[in-house]
């Protein structure tokens, strides 16, 4: 797996830890980790974390954990950890043998929780949540004392100890640190750190009755594993007085510095993982893989290369105050990297039929096409011509209005790589009227697409030999949410009701020129002046190809068609 080891962008955070390794703090060493809970499948927002965290350990030879926060056995799962695995990998980044689980550090976190009730600084408190809840008080009010804040280390560690032999229901206590109802920070306001539950765990089974909450398991793990900076999302910013208070009352060796940065929030999409779950859950999507999810199997389903997906984590920039990335940067990203590296290849993606009435029956030419006019060393393809050919519907008007510069009765236009075709008449449903078949004849002259005698036409359509063709089906796709931010509540009181009901078009006979057969499964294409697509490979079959639009093409070549060149 190649790493990737280029130097980060200049970001607060790496120069944080440029003068720390400078000033040989932490041994000189840089060791981060990327904490996913195991609750869901990654998104572009992990990616941004995933980026920071791995990029930064490899540009200081450094190491990058991946640990699991697997503290809470109700939502998580096996399928999603695996997933995360899979994406990480995919993204490029690799953890080599520093993968770890919060729950293999269970029997560890209850020791330093006991070592706190013996310092008398955690106790067992008998307040219901509802209870713990009111008497946590508010910002401008101080909390009350729970009236069990005061029992003896005797009687905490007694409690303590059945709560994890399972003696008692769900809810029935908790263990608290002892720190400050008063404080001005409400996370200082005595927090709970474990509670009952007889949820088995997709892990650790039905060992643990009790779980620490994320508060306590993050900082302890990360201390355990010399962490030297925990680089975490900014919602965690008001966390950190704990974070540190916890490492200093256990006395620890290790004492990570938390670092927060802004989340990655973009338009057109829910980055939550709770929303994200209900969109697979009820039916919105076809999965967490769906190409029109922002997450990673989804991006990649879609067609987003690796790369893509780092750079435009690199250009977001990471920064203290949250923002919102336009989605358009994605697709800009993952645009130019096609376009310097992607195959161009006809499809016709609503087929209309054309005759060449001149043309001889039987024939069939091999024409030169040009795989990729911005990387001659890509070179040219053969592709078949013939009698009965395919173009798009949208190419043809049989009354064409002032600014339409195609297919039209009377006019003359190029195919592509191929020849001047001059329409010459219709053929129409006659019960619907619409036009079924367009006659057309050609300039045997005009071959590879240029008249001799220097005639110019207006436009240059793309098309594809009906006889050669492959039948294929493309879905089109579109933001997935009508609304900018659909995380809004002002703006999208429920999210599902800004759903956007045109995210996904699907056309399925479309036909696409007899080479796409050749082309690599994993890698994107241009289907000429339609956008770059890329197999599905999930519902494609041997006989049946289904093509995932990534992007559309911005107007490149709309530019050329205009100036009516090739
Ligand atoms: P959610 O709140 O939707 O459940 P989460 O932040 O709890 O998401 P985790 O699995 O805990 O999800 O996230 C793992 C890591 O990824 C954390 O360090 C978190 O800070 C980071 N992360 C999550 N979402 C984003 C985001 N949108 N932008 C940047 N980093 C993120
Ligand atoms: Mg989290």
Same mark, same amino acid.
């Given at each position: ?16 830890? #440029? ?6 703090? +932490? ?17 572009i ?72 009730? #013996? ?30 804040? +005061? ?113 990655l929030n973009m338009t057109y999409t829910?980055m ?20 029109r999810?922002p997450?990673?199997?989804?991006l ?12 435009f984590?690199?250009?977001i ?7 919102m990335v336009d989605v358009a940067m994605l697709e800009y990203g993952i ?122 036409? #207006? ?18 796709y579109d933001h997935l949410f009508?609304?900018s931010n ?65 992007v ?9 068609? #205009?100036?009516?060149?090739?």
């Amino acid at each position: 797996m190649d790493e990737h080891v280029s130097a980060s962008p200049s970001n607060f955070i790496r120069n944080i830890i #440029k003068e720390d390794l400078d000033a040989g703090k +932490n041994d000189s060493m840089v060791i981060t980790r990327f904490p996913p809970e195991p609750n869901g499948y990654l998104h572009i927002g992990h990616a941004k974390s995933i980026c920071l965290n791995f990029g930064l350990a490899a540009e200081f030879r450094g190491r990058c954990h991946l640990r699991f926060d697997d503290t809470n056995p109700a939502k998580e799962d096996v399928e999603y950890t695996e997933s995360i695995k899979q994406d990480v990998r995919w993204l490029g980044f690799d953890w080599g043998e520093h993968l770890y689980y919060a729950s293999d550090y269970f029997e560890k976190i209850y020791q330093y929780a006991v070592d706190l009730i #013996k310092a008398g600084k955690a106790y067992v408190c008998s307040l219901t949540a509802g209870e713990i809840r009111l008497n946590r008080g508010t910002l401008t009010e101080p909390g009350k004392d729970s009236p069990y804040r +005061n029992r003896t280390v005797e009687e905490n560690l007694e409690l303590f100890g059945r709560m994890r032999a399972g003696e008692f229901e769900e809810g029935a206590h908790v263990l608290r640190a002892k720190i400050d109802m008063a404080s001005g920070n409400i996370n200082m306001r005595d927090p709970v750190m474990y509670r009952i539950s007889k949820t088995a765990h997709h892990r650790t089974g039905e060992t643990w009755r009790i779980y620490p909450l994320y508060d306590f398991a993050h900082c302890v793990s990360d201390s355990m594993e010399g962490i030297t900076h925990s680089i975490c999302t900014l919602e965690f910013e008001d966390h950190r007085p704990l974070y540190d208070w916890f490492l200093d009352a256990l006395g620890a060796p290790c004492h990570p510095q938390q670092i927060e940065f802004a989340r990655l929030n973009m338009t057109y999409t829910v980055m939550s993982k709770r929303k994200l779950l209900k969109l697979v859950e009820e039916g919105h999507v076809s999965g967490w893989d769906d190409p029109r999810m922002p997450t990673i199997s989804g991006l990649r389903r879609r067609g987003y290369t690796p790369s893509s997906i780092r750079d435009f984590c690199d250009r977001i920039g990471v920064a203290k105050r949250n923002s919102m990335v336009d989605v358009a940067m994605l697709e800009y990203g993952i645009r130019e990297e096609l376009n310097k590296t992607a195959m161009r290849v006809m499809a016709v993606l609503r087929p209309l039929k054309v005759v060449i009435e001149n043309y001889p029956d039987d024939r069939t030419e091999e024409l030169d096409a040009v795989n990729n006019p911005e990387d001659q060393a890509m070179g040219t393809r053969k592709v078949p011509f013939s009698k009965v050919i395919y173009i798009e519907k949208e190419d043809f008007m049989e009354v064409p209005h002032k600014q339409f510069f195609r297919l039209a009765p009377g006019r003359e236009v190029r195919l592509r790589y191929a020849y001047f075709i001059t329409c010459s008449g219709v053929v129409k449903d006659t019960e619907t009227g619409e036009v079924t078949e367009v006659r057309c004849t050609y300039d045997p002259l005009t071959r590879g697409g240029d008249a001799p005698d220097g005639r110019k036409v #207006k436009s240059t359509i793309h098309w594809v030999s009906a006889r050669h063709a492959i039948d294929a089906e493309v879905r089109l796709y579109d933001h997935l949410f009508t609304g900018s931010n659909p995380s809004d509540e002002k703006e999208c009181p429920d999210f599902r009701g800004c759903l956007n009901p045109r995210s996904l078009e699907v056309l399925n006979s479309c036909k696409a020129e007899p080479g796409i057969r050749g082309l690599p499964e994993g890698k994107g294409f241009q289907f000429e002046r339609q956008g770059y697509f890329c197999h599905d490979l999930c519902d494609s079959t041997k006989d049946g190809p289904v093509f995932n639009r990534i992007v559309s093409l911005k107007d490149t070549y709309a530019k050329v068609l #205009k100036k009516g060149t090739k």
